[in-house]
């Protein structure tokens, strides 16, 4: 597969926090009356927070800060992002019950590792030292960033002028490693397709 046709099997929205929650719970196909029933039970915001903490490898605090009911309206949109990479992968709710026991590592990627993945896998050494050493392959770089991560080019720029981008925030790469993990669950649904 093409890496221009890799970055298109990606979700292209966002993922709203308490439809992500749902479909981790395994609730999103019940009725209204009986989603109500799940979500006013009183240890369901908190095993939500949990499950956000852990998918994000943050701190209670933080998720908290999104938001007081079950819709986490201040979640950042590259959040929302994230969650659909992350259902796409089919992470949770396979996840979920290490994620509930505190046993989870959300995944986390390297922007230059990522780079590599997606532009020069596949590459022999020759076209792997043309496409490298062109004149546009930094902008090529902080443009896949930008579309996979869904932020501004200017954060992206301020992350480092090389291929590292080390400056880049820890939250970043677990959407980089959320990412790749959406494009192999493709990849498989395409092999077996192919098969």
């Known amino acids: 597969m093409k890496n221009c046709e890799i970055l298109q099997s990606l979700p292209k929205e966002g993922l709203?926090?308490?439809?992500?929650?749902?479909?981790?719970?395994g609730i999103a196909e019940l009725t209204p009356e009986e989603l109500?029933?799940?979500?006013?039970?009183?240890?369901?915001?908190?095993k939500c927070i949990t499950v956000l903490c852990a998918v994000f490898d943050v701190q209670r605090p933080t998720v908290r800060k999104w938001g007081s009911d079950l819709n986490f309206d201040g979640m950042p949109?590259?959040?929302?992002?994230?969650?659909?990479?992350?259902?796409?992968?089919?992470?949770v709710p396979n996840q979920l019950k290490s994620i509930l026991r505190g046993e989870y590592n959300a995944p986390q990627?390297?922007?230059q590792t990522f780079l590599e993945?997606?532009?020069l896998?596949?590459?022999t050494e020759q076209q792997v030292l043309q496409t490298v050493s062109h004149a546009n392959f930094r902008t090529t770089c902080v443009k896949t960033l930008t579309q996979v991560l869904h932020i501004g080019t200017k954060s992206v720029?301020?992350?480092?002028?090389d291929m590292s981008f080390r400056k880049m925030p820890t939250i970043h790469k677990h959407t980089l490693g959320y990412a790749l993990?959406?494009?192999?669950?493709?990849s498989k649904a395409w092999d077996k397709q192919a098969a």
């Open 36 to 46: 109500l029933e799940e979500e006013t039970d009183s240890q369901y915001r908190k």
């Open 181 to 186: 993990a959406a494009i192999s669950q493709a």
């Open 109 to 111: 990627v390297d922007a």
């Open 16 to 25: 709203e926090p308490r439809q992500f929650l749902r479909y981790c719970f």
């Open 117 to 119: 993945k997606i532009l």
């Open 121 to 123: 896998e596949g590459l």
């Open 157 to 161: 720029q301020d992350w480092g002028q």
């Open 77 to 91: 949109n590259y959040c929302k992002v994230s969650l659909a990479y992350i259902h796409a992968a089919e992470i």
